[in-house]
């Protein structure tokens, strides 16, 4: 029989001051070099401190790769000590590159810090957990894609200046929100901040000009809460609306006989818009509302407070700020159709040095 320790392999690679010239300039060639999770350490100026990048948490979601990539091959000394993971490797290799969310069959990396850590992803997390607990990073960043064509923003489990700082360097638009989920972020602290940014749409080009532009100043300024400075749109109290398992979603301009929900084509013109109530999202099928989830972080059915019915179409309940929508039918059914919050939450933070 072998012991807890021994049965628990450690997934995750280490490189530590790779040369420019030994890296790939393709970032599919550079994830064939790595071959798996890969956590690169590159020494700074100043080595007491550290800080930490987290990106391919997903392997459809290839900004902050590349963005990294290209610092790494630019040789450039950073400020403090960084270490940077690049998570999903396997998945964003899978098949055709940078398509997969993670590999069939398999969990989602980002919702695997929390118990249970029995499979590879779960090893992968606690793994990075154990570093990030050793290492006692001053920031952390956790760079992603959204799942359809979005503006920027950043994602915190609780309001403070240096999450805000922290998302400033990137974008001005930062979402509060009390749902634990097993993410990466869960694991802010005041000690060290961790910090979600959505970089916007793969296929967008200033997504990767967004990852560039925040991950220079990430890297390089030596007093990074001091950088993010001026307003912030704060949004609170986000929630996720979700599918139950086995609806059949389609996306189409009008009602798809047998959907249990159709939503329309360009229904991600929504993302970061104000809605007002009684604006229809689709259309619903013979279950109704009943296909759809919308709880709050203590588990209460806020539903009616989001969504309507109303002549078979799905209408929202009142003034709303819609984001992270998508159009991929994997993604609703996975993970969730889009977020939301209450346009009344919307509020202002100011930002100082």
């Known amino acids: 029989m072998h012991s807890e320790s021994h049965r628990k392999h450690k997934p995750i690679h280490f490189l530590h001051n790779p040369t420019p010239e030994s890296l790939a300039e393709d970032s599919e060639q550079f994830l064939h070099q790595l071959g798996g999770p890969t956590l690169i350490t590159v020494d700074g100026r100043d080595n007491s401190r550290c800080r930490v990048i987290a990106t391919l948490l997903h392997g459809n979601e290839p900004s902050g790769t590349k963005a990294l990539l290209a610092w790494l091959r630019s040789g450039e000394k950073p400020a403090v000590r960084t270490l940077c993971l690049i998570a999903s490797v396997q998945a964003a290799l899978h098949e055709t590159p940078f398509y997969h969310r993670m590999i069939p069959g398999q969990r989602d990396m980002n919702r695997c810090f929390r118990p249970p850590f029995e499979d590879h992803q779960g090893h992968i997390a606690e793994q990075f957990m154990g570093i990030l607990e050793q290492c006692r990073p001053e920031a952390v960043l956790d760079i992603h894609n959204t799942s359809g064509m979005s503006p920027s923003f950043g994602v915190a489990t609780f309001e403070s200046e240096k999450h805000e700082a922290l998302v400033k360097l990137f974008t001005d638009r930062l979402i509060i929100?009390?749902?634990?989920?097993?993410?990466?972020?869960?694991?802010?602290?005041?000690?060290?901040?961790?910090?979600?940014?959505?970089?916007?749409?793969?296929?967008?080009?200033?997504s990767e000009e967004t990852a560039m532009r925040g991950l220079q100043e990430f890297l390089f300024c030596d007093q990074v809460f001091h950088r993010g400075t001026g307003e912030i749109d704060?949004?609170?109290?986000a929630v996720r609306i979700e599918l139950i398992e086995g609806t059949h979603i389609a996306y189409a301009d009008q009602p798809v006989p047998g959907a249990d929900l159709t939503i329309p084509f360009?229904?991600?013109?929504?993302?970061?818009?104000?809605?007002p109530a009684l604006t229809r999202l689709g259309?619903?099928?013979?279950?109704?509302?009943?296909?759809?989830?919308?709880n709050s972080a203590k588990g209460d059915d806020l539903l009616p407070h989001y969504l309507m019915a109303r002549h078979e179409g799905l209408y929202s309940a009142q003034r709303l700020k819609l984001f992270m929508v998508t159009t991929n039918p994997a993604i609703a059914l996975s993970d969730c159709l889009f977020y939301a919050c209450a346009e009344t939450e919307h509020s202002k933070a100011k930002l100082t040095e």
């Open 234 to 237: 704060l949004y609170r109290h």
């Open 266 to 275: 360009d229904v991600e013109k929504f993302n970061f818009g104000v809605i």
């Open 283 to 294: 259309w619903l099928g013979p279950r109704g509302l009943d296909v759809l989830r919308v």
């Open 177 to 206: 929100t009390e749902l634990r989920l097993g993410a990466l972020m869960e694991l802010s602290r005041e000690q060290y901040p961790v910090v979600t940014i959505e970089c916007g749409g793969s296929h967008q080009p200033e």
